[in-house]
C-alpha cells in the first residue's frame, strides 16, 4: 500500500458512515488523483431511487464533473467494500488505474470474491488491484448497520405485538 492509503479510506469509512445516518448501506467511495481527493461517494440507491447510485458511481460522477471528463486514467479509487461488477465496469470505463478496497464481498464482489473483471485478459483495461485496507473497521461499519437494522426492526415487531395484545386486553 502507498503512503496515505491508510488515510484516505480512512476518508472513505467517514463517508460510509455518512451513508448509514441516511438510511442507506454503509458503503464510501473516494477517487485520488496526484494525491488530492477529486471525488466522493456513498451508497445512495434508497435516497435517490437509482440502482446505479452506489459509493464507487457517485465517486466516479463527482471525479469526472471536477476534471472535466469522464476517463480518470492515473486515478485511484478507495472504497470500504470491494466493488460489484456494475462498479467494476464503470470503473474500467473511466480507466482508473488503481482500486483500493477495505473488504471482501463475498455474495457479488468482482475483484475476486464471485469473480474478478479486472482480471479478465478479454477487456481492455485492467486496474490494480489491492484488496484488504482496515478491512476489520470497513467491515464493522457494515455488520454494525445491519445489526442495528434487526434490531430496530426486533423492536417494532414487539411494539407491534404489544399494540395488539392492549388492544385485546382493552376489549375485555
Known amino acids: 500500500m502507498a503512503l496515505g492509503d491508510i488515510d484516505f479510506m480512512q476518508q472513505a469509512i467517514e463517508l ?3 451513508g448509514a445516518t441516511q438510511g442507506e448501506v454503509p458503503v464510501g467511495a473516494l477517487v485520488v488523483l496526484d494525491g488530492k481527493i477529486i ?4 451508497n445512495q440507491p434508497i435516497t435517490r431511487h437509482d440502482p446505479t447510485a452506489h459509493a464507487e458511481v457517485m465517486a466516479l460522477r463527482d471525479a469526472s464533473t471536477h476534471v472535466g471528463n469522464y476517463r480518470l486514467p492515473g486515478s485511484t479509487l478507495y472504497v ?3 466493488p460489484c461488477a456494475m462498479c467494476a465496469g464503470a470503473i474500467q470505463h ?3 488505474a488503481r482500486v483500493v478496497y477495505g473488504t471482501a464481498e ?3 464482489g468482482a475483484c475476486g470474491s464471485v469473480v474478478d473483471l479486472f ?3 478479454r477487456l481492455n483495461h485492467h486496474a490494480e488491484v489491492e484488496g484488504g485496507l482496515l478491512a476489520d473497521e470497513c467491515a464493522d461499519v457494515v455488520s454494525s448497520f445491519f ?3 434487526r434490531e430496530e426492526a426486533r423492536q417494532a415487531k414487539e411494539a407491534r405485538a404489544d399494540t395488539v395484545m392492549n388492544g385485546v386486553n382493552d376489549a375485555d
Do not use: C, L, Q
Open 16 to 18: 460510509a458512515r455518512h
Open 39 to 42: 471525488g466522493r461517494g456513498f
Open 80 to 82: 470500504t467494500v470491494e
Open 94 to 96: 473511466a480507466r482508473i
Open 106 to 108: 463475498p455474495k457479488t
Open 119 to 121: 482480471a479478465e485478459d
Open 147 to 149: 445489526r442495528r437494522r
